[in-house]
C-alpha cells in the first residue's frame, strides 16, 4: 500500500513554468512504476508522463513530450513532473499514480493499470 501526496500546483501565467511533486508514503516509491495524468472537468483522464522504477527510462505524452520532463528522487520517494511553456490548454488538474505491475512502454499511458492515485493538485494557467 502506497498513499500519493501532490503539490506545486497553482496559478501561472502562458509561458512559465511548474514543478509539480508526488510524495509516497507507505511502501517506497522505488517499488512502482510512476505516472502523471491529467484530468478536465468531463473528459477522460489523460496520460502525461511515466518513469520507471529506477528512473532510467521515461515516457511522454506525444503532445506534450517537448514541453514536460519527469524525474524521480527514491532517496525521498519523490516524484517531479517539470511543465514548460505553459499554456491556457494545460489548465486542469493532475495527478500523480503509481502501479506495482510490470508494464510495457504501450502500457504505461493506461490508467486502469495504476493502482493508487492521488488526490490532485490544480494547475490554472493565465493568459
Known amino acids: 500500500q502506497v498513499q500519493l501526496v501532490e503539490s506545486g500546483g497553482g496559478l501561472a501565467q502562458a509561458g512559465g513554468s511548474l514543478r509539480l511533486s508526488c510524495v509516497a508514503s507507505g511502501r517506497t516509491s522505488s517499488s512502482y512504476t510512476m505516472g502523471w495524468f491529467r484530468q478536465a472537468p468531463g473528459k477522460e483522464r489523460e496520460f502525461v508522463a511515466a518513469i520507471s522504477r529506477s528512473g532510467l527510462s521515461t515516457y511522454y505524452a506525444d503532445s506534450m513530450k517537448d514541453r514536460i520532463t519527469i524525474s524521480r528522487d527514491n532517496a525521498k520517494n519523490t516524484v517531479y513532473l517539470r511543465l514548460n511553456s505553459l499554456k491556457a490548454e494545460d489548465t486542469t488538474v493532475y495527478y500523480c499514480?503509481?502501479?506495482?505491475?510490470?508494464?510495457?512502454?504501450?502500457?504505461?499511458?493506461?490508467?486502469?493499470?495504476?493502482?493508487?492515485w492521488g488526490q490532485g493538485t490544480q494547475v490554472t494557467v493565465s493568459s
Open positions: 499514480a503509481a502501479t506495482s505491475k510490470p508494464l510495457t512502454a504501450q502500457a504505461m499511458g493506461v490508467p486502469g493499470l495504476y493502482d493508487y
